[in-house]
């Protein structure tokens, strides 16, 4: 049972990414998604989540209009695409699903820099 984050890096401000999530070892499509991030410092927030068909997403104010998640069932792996990058994006970006149980990721680190 585990969930695998990639697509992590180092990005101009302004700049984009795609983050994926890969599962494994349990019935991904009956999971809400929920991705989280933690900056240097700060306790760990939500910022987007899905329902486990992919039919209703859910947005932190803060990043409303930049964040955009989405998932493929039949791959087993959800996504946060992230635009207009800015500086205070940099965290630690975590995938979550959740049913009965939690599973977590180990997280990727986003740094956006010039």
């Known amino acids: 049972v585990q969930l695998v984050e990639s697509g992590g890096g180092l990005v101009q401000p302004g700049g984009s990414l795609r983050l994926s999530c890969a599962a494994s070892?349990?019935?991904?499509?009956?999971?809400?998604v929920v991705w989280y991030r933690q900056a240097p410092g700060k306790e760990r927030e939500w910022v987007a989540a899905m329902s486990s068909a992919g039919g209703r997403t859910n947005y932190a104010d803060s990043v409303t209009g930049r964040l955009t998640i989405s998932r493929d069932n039949a791959k087993n792996t959800a996504y946060l695409q992230i635009t207009s990058l800015k500086p205070e994006d940099t965290s630690v970006y975590y995938c979550?699903?959740?049913?009965?149980?939690?599973?977590w990721g180990q997280g990727t680190q986003v740094t956006v820099s010039s």
């Open positions: 070892g349990f019935t991904f499509s009956s999971y809400e």
């Open positions: 979550n699903a959740r049913l009965i149980y939690e599973v």
